[in-house]
């Protein structure tokens, strides 16, 4: 078998990888990367072409986060006979989240804020739906390629991550023997709000595994519980304030668990009941996605309703803007990362210089983002109102409200990765979705403690024979 990293490797963005495995072609994932525009979003498509042998078959997808997905139309315009494989909730937000981007494409290139033709368009999605089998949780599929001398089978597995998400395992042929590979995609150990922790396989032969937090020692010394708790404390004082909360949010999985956080507090009466929380945009959409699935995925409760928290839809107007931010009251706005010009961005610059507000960050911020600089802007210690830039246009305002920052990741500690390891007692590791540092943690522990195992730390394009 030959594994390829199509997808940025010391990163997160555009996951994609190829598995050439005798005559079958697969890839797991096919996502966008964030930070690029255009065709320099994709993965590394042209490197498939370089080889007429290395054909795509079927692509497996394993949730619907852009960075996972976002580049499915375009894999399906290069190799038109490929098959999408996915559960039926990735599938209920695939159909959502594609011809979103397709029209926020479309709009940016309009109005001028990208020289780059969208990558694909709406329209022509429809013509790709019957090319998406959905497939149960632990139920076998068949993945062998037109070419394939031996079978291939795969079965998924709950991943913990958001709705939908999916590990997957592959059986294939080798040497005479069934051999297994396990792809943990974005993971999470332990359960969430809504979503109940991963399972896996109870063994395999070559484990690909993520490493988004293995640089982060913090994170493996905190428990969720006792996020939730600062999480709590600090709208709590804000509402006792009369101020604002305003908890910037990615709009796929945090925002439902957020919600599902907040309508916890009101029922326990940590929070007034009637306080209100606004909403807006896609999440709305996605919040029913949730609901409507809530009997068919796992779940800690079957009965919980994204909606059942009563929720205010942000009203359009800058007037109402303003009129909405009168507190105390929360809003849980896209995007996590407050980038221009989404609401999170919009209202932060609107609350940050009153000292009765706060900006709760309870997710990752990426290094020059704007929720970065905020937190960055809050740590500084050396003068009383540091300046903070959310926005050009705008320029540096004195932050005077609260920042909080808060770790309710959707994806496993370093140390939990470890664990599937031990568990799962792989002959090969490759490390995936990381920076640099990050997964050269991983490799170095793995080393440490399994000393037995070959890890490989795979390079944008450089094939690795298993």
């Known amino acids: 078998?030959?594994?390829?990293?199509?997808?940025?490797t010391e990163d997160v963005g555009a996951s994609c990888h190829f598995l050439h495995m005798d005559g079958t072609g697969l890839v797991l994932d096919a996502g966008t990367d964030p930070r690029r525009e255009g065709p320099h979003a994709?993965?590394?498509?042209?490197?498939?072409?370089?080889?007429?042998?290395?054909?795509?078959?079927?692509?497996?997808?394993?949730?619907?986060h852009h960075d996972h997905m976002g580049a499915l139309p375009v894999l399906i315009q290069q190799f038109p006979h490929v098959v999408a494989h996915m559960t039926?909730?990735?599938?209920?937000?695939?159909?959502?989240?594609?011809?979103?981007?397709?029209?926020?494409?479309?709009?940016?290139r309009d109005k001028g804020e990208t020289e780059y033709e969208p990558l694909f368009e709406e329209d022509e999605l429809e013509l790709y739906n019957h090319l998406y089998l959905t497939h149960d949780l632990q139920s076998d599929f068949d993945v062998t390629g037109m070419k394939g001398a031996s079978p291939v089978t795969a079965q998924f597995y709950t991943a913990g991550h958001i709705l939908g998400s999916a590990g997957v395992e592959l059986r294939y042929e080798a040497d005479g023997a069934t051999r297994r590979l396990f792809y943990t995609s974005d993971t999470n150990v332990h359960g969430q709000s809504i979503i109940p922790g991963a399972t896996y396989p109870e063994a395999t032969d070559i484990l690909v595994l993520e490493s988004t937090l293995g640089a982060d020692p913090e994170i493996e010394q905190t428990s969720r519980e006792e996020e939730v708790q600062k999480f709590k404390a600090a709208l709590q004082r804000v509402i006792g304030r009369g101020g604002t909360a305003l908890v910037p949010v990615f709009v796929m999985g945090r925002a439902q668990e957020i919600l599902a956080l907040i309508n916890r507090f009101k029922k326990e009466n940590d929070i007034p009941s009637h306080v209100p929380v606004y909403t807006a945009g896609s999440m709305r959409a996605i919040a029913d996605v949730y609901d409507e699935t809530r009997h068919d995925t796992p779940r800690h409760d079957p009965d919980f309703k994204v909606f059942d928290v009563e929720q205010e839809r942000l009203p359009y107007s800058e007037s109402g803007h303003d009129e909405a931010l009168q507190g105390p009251s929360i809003h849980v706005m896209s995007s996590g990362m407050m980038f221009e010009p989404t609401l999170s961005n919009l209202l932060a610059r609107q609350l940050v210089e009153d000292e009765k507000n706060g900006i709760l960050l309870v997710g990752f911020a990426k290094e020059g983002t704007p929720a970065h600089r905020l937190k960055e802007a809050y740590e500084d210690d050396e003068v009383e109102y540091p300046a903070v830039l959310l926005s050009p246009e705008r320029g540096p305002q004195p932050l005077r409200c609260e920042?909080?920052?808060?770790?309710?990741?959707?994806?496993?500690?370093?140390?939990?990765?470890?664990?599937?390891?031990?568990?799962?007692?792989?002959?090969?590791?490759?490390?995936?979705?990381?920076?640099?540092?990050?997964?050269?943690?991983?490799?170095?522990?793995?080393?440490?403690?399994?000393?037995?195992?070959?890890?490989?730390?795979?390079?944008?394009?450089?094939?690795?024979?298993?």
């Open 88 to 108: 039926e909730a990735t599938r209920k937000l695939v159909d959502f989240l594609l011809p979103a981007s397709a029209r926020l494409q479309r709009k940016r």
């Open 403 to 466: 920042v909080g920052v808060y770790r309710l990741t959707g994806h496993s500690n370093r140390r939990d990765l470890l664990g599937l390891v031990d568990r799962m007692q792989p002959q090969h590791v490759l490390l995936v979705h990381g920076e640099t540092e990050a997964r050269e943690w991983m490799a170095d522990n793995i080393n440490h403690f399994h000393a037995d195992v070959d890890v490989h730390l795979p390079q944008w394009g450089e094939p690795i024979t298993l």
């Open 42 to 64: 994709l993965p590394r498509f042209d490197i498939l072409h370089d080889h007429p042998d290395w054909y795509v078959d079927h692509a497996i997808v394993t949730h619907a």
């Open 1 to 8: 078998m030959k594994f390829v990293a199509l997808g940025d």
